[in-house]
């Protein structure tokens, strides 16, 4: 009996200590590519001097806002060590802003600021809880943004053509968090600040009139997104 009850057991303990073995923390080492959703909010600072020969120069000073919903894509790839997680990752989103205002001006002015286009390359940097990832990231970001002055004065003489300024690059920061639903698909919550920097531009007819302007371009983000990670 005692033969039969020692061997019981030793044939029990290997099952029992695998049992009891710690699962393994959750390695974020790898390549991943996901999509996302969100909402984004630009503010384009406009400054200026309508200026004209027949009437006395206005000074202009206009924000245009627009709250707008974004898509978009992303990649990345993430290097763990101990609990620390570094990485870097690009995103491009469809992002259909357009905001215009008619303004008296000196005669009659209009400015517009359109961006269709947003997206960024970025490094991360966070700390793991074991599935869950808190993060910060920041790089450079990119964009597909035009800001139109258009001094169509009621005096065709001194109607100036269009003048649009391009604020395609500047920087991005940014924080999130992220938790490994499964072992491949990511889920996150993140938010981010773009600055598109500014740019001056001038709509001159010569000896008639000259416009000076400057634009500001601020983007603020939030969304989600889903990801799959390559093992």
């Known amino acids: 009996m005692a033969l039969t009850l020692g061997s019981a057991l030793a044939l029990s303990m290997p099952a029992f200590a695998a049992d009891i073995v710690e699962e393994q923390p ?9 999509i996302f959703a969100g909402v984004g909010h630009t503010s384009s600072d406009w400054d200026g001097l309508d200026d004209d020969i027949l ?14 919903f974004l898509l978009g894509a992303l990649a990345g790839i993430n290097f763990q060590h101990d609990r620390w997680v570094f990485g870097l990752e690009a995103d491009i989103a469809w992002f259909d ?3 215009h205002e008619r303004l008296d ?3 009659g002015l209009d400015i517009t600021s359109e961006i269709d286009l947003l997206g960024s390359l970025r ?10 990832l808190f993060y910060v990231t920041g790089g450079l970001a990119f964009a597909d943004a035009e800001h139109t002055w258009d001094d169509d004065g009621t005096v065709a003489a001194t109607n100036l053509a269009p003048e649009s300024l391009d604020l395609d690059f500047g920087w991005v920061v940014g924080a999130g968090i992220e938790h490994a639903w499964t072992d491949n698909w990511l889920v996150r919550l993140e938010g981010f600040y773009f600055d598109l ?3 001056d531009g001038e709509a001159v007819a010569e000896q008639i009139e000259a416009d000076t302007f400057e ?5 603020w983000v939030g969304r989600i997104g889903i990801s799959y990670k390559f093992n």
């Not at 490094?123 to 869950?132: E, I, K, S, V």
């Not at 634009?215 to 983007?219: F, G, L, P």
Request: no cysteine; aromatic share 8%.
């Open 26 to 34: 959750y390695d974020w080492s790898g390549v991943y590519v996901g």
């Open 55 to 68: 009437v006395d120069p206005v000074a202009i000073d206009e924000s245009l806002n627009e709250t707008t």
């Open 97 to 99: 802003s357009k905001e």
């Open 105 to 107: 001006g000196a005669e």
């Open 123 to 132: 490094a991360r940097a966070g700390y793991a809880a074991d599935r869950t």
């Open 197 to 199: 920097g500014s740019e």
């Open 215 to 219: 634009v500001d371009q601020e983007i």
